[in-house]
């Protein structure tokens, strides 16, 4: 239980000190100090001090303690399928202008509506890498495994909510309207009738890359990370 308590204490720094850094009193206090540029290096480098020890940790102890089931082929495939989608959903979110990334906050390039992957939901790498963990968590059943996997889930999760609220309560007003009309929720807002699938506004090559990327990662994952056919 030990090594899953180190799994479980570096999430929670590296969490942690996403969410506190980002809370309106800690980043005001350091952008009136050292400017949004600065501010965001240290930020960055909390982000990689605390993320790269997490993943250590996890690598050298992957698959420990209790086993919680066994994987069938069905769950295989599944998590398979999760990891084409979120893939797709992530490349498309590269490709999108974004007004509540760090890039809109620095040169001030705001819009107020959603566009593409972002009418499914205006936070689409919260939603790829949640994607990345449930596919992971299904087919790795042990509880070290699922608190390192489940992590991506619940943090992508809380960061959107906390990012929300944030900008809801000092954010510009172009970005509170494009939160108005979109979705945390994956297709809350297409379901409401506030947005529209909008296929039409996703970038072919994006999805041509994603597609490379999935097969290029299936057949090297086993070397490079174990797993299935392995």
Not at 90 to 99: A, E, G, K, R
Not at 111 to 138: D, E, K, S, Y
Request: charged content about 10%; glycine content about 10%.
């Amino acid at each position: 239980m030990r090594d899953v308590a180190f799994i479980l204490f570096w999430w929670l720094m590296f969490g942690g000190s996403h969410i506190i850094g980002s809370s309106i009193p800690v980043r005001t206090f350091f952008i009136n100090r050292i400017g949004t540029l600065g501010f965001k290096c240290i930020y960055s480098f909390i982000a990689l001090a605390t993320f790269i020890p997490l993943c250590f940790v996890f690598f050298t102890h992957i698959h420990v303690s209790n086993l919680l089931y066994t994987p069938g082929y069905f769950l295989q495939l599944l998590a398979q399928l999760l990891m084409l989608v979120a893939l797709v959903i992530l490349l498309q979110s590269f490709t999108t202008v974004n007004p509540m990334s760090t890039k809109a906050e620095l040169f001030g390039r705001y819009i107020n509506t959603g566009f593409g992957i972002q009418r499914v939901t205006r936070h689409p790498q919260n939603f790829a890498f949640g994607l990345f963990g449930l596919a992971h968590l299904l087919v790795n059943p042990y509880l070290g495994d699922w608190i390192f996997f489940g992590g991506f889930i619940i943090y992508g999760i809380v960061s959107a909510m906390h990012q929300d609220r944030r900008i809801l309560a000092m954010g510009h007003v172009q970005v509170k309207q494009f939160i108005a009309d979109t979705s945390a929720l994956p297709f809350a807002a297409i379901l409401s009738g506030k947005q529209r699938f909008g296929l039409d506004e996703y970038y072919p090559p994006a999805i041509a890359a994603a597609m490379v990327l999935f097969i290029l990662l299936r057949l090297l994952h086993p070397m490079l990370f174990g797993g299935f056919g392995g």
